[in-house]
T-cell receptor, first 116, second 111 residues
């Protein structure tokens, strides 16, 4: 089965706090890609990061960082020193590659509220 | 230069009507998608086309019919609209397994 689980439905933090959004995935494919997207209140979907299954290096981009661990099938996203503009719904997604159909499987999203 | 555009942005219609949503991408991508996002924000894939060929067809009522006249366009026609069809519909495109680029969404309200 191919599945993405974002167990945290909603998280509220106070500005400047650090917050981690969890993503756990299931796939039998050995080659796959993982993504994070952001959907701010304005509604558009914004790409944040892509990671392939052979690259377990963590990545940092400004206040954003991602921790990919194949051993636990997790691809967690941390925002350091959160800001009100980080308030959004964040989606984790998985694309297994074996079938060649490029089907993106999205998690149910985590709504992050950053309070001033 | 909008990468993925959708029209209309809002669509309000009566139950039983037929409506279409159009999508165009100018990124040169081979693959295009339709997603439905419900009120709980669940994002569910409906269809995917690769070079005008249907490659993903999820469990979607046959009242929904996608059409891809060329690889830059993917339209969605919905017959006999029902209340449960109310949602935001997103078009997206990608090149292989690179990131998807999403359109701005079409908010469909069925009365």
């Amino acid at each position: 089965a191919q599945k993405v689980t974002q167990a945290q439905t909603e998280i509220s933090v106070v500005e400047k706090e650090d917050v981690t959004l969890d993503c756990v995935y299931e796939t039998r494919d050995t080659t796959y890609y993982l993504f994070w997207y952001k959907q701010p209140p304005s509604g558009e979907l914004v790409f944040l990061i892509r990671r392939n299954s052979f690259d377990e290096q963590n990545e940092i981009s400004g206040r954003y960082s991602w921790n990919f661990q194949k051993s636990t099938s997790s691809f967690n996203f941390t925002i350091t020193a959160s800001q009100v503009v980080d308030s959004a719904v964040y989606f984790c997604a998985l694309t297994p590659t074996t079938s060649g159909t490029y089907k993106y499987i999205f998690g149910t999203g985590t709504r992050l509220k950053v309070l001033a | 230069d909008t990468a993925v555009s959708q029209t209309p942005k809002y669509l309000v219609t009566q139950m039983g009507n037929d409506k279409s949503i159009k999508c165009e991408q100018n990124l040169g991508h081979d693959t295009m998608y339709w997603y439905k996002q419900d009120s709980k924000k669940f994002l569910k894939i409906m269809f995917s086309y690769n070079n005008k060929e249907l490659i993903i067809n999820e469990t979607v009522p046959n009242r929904f019919s996608p059409k891809s006249p060329d690889k830059a366009h993917l339209n969605l026609h919905i017959n006999s609209l029902e209340l449960g069809d109310s949602a935001v519909y997103f078009c997206a495109s990608s090149q292989a397994v690179n990131e998807q680029f999403f359109g701005p969404g079409t908010r469909l309200t069925v009365l």
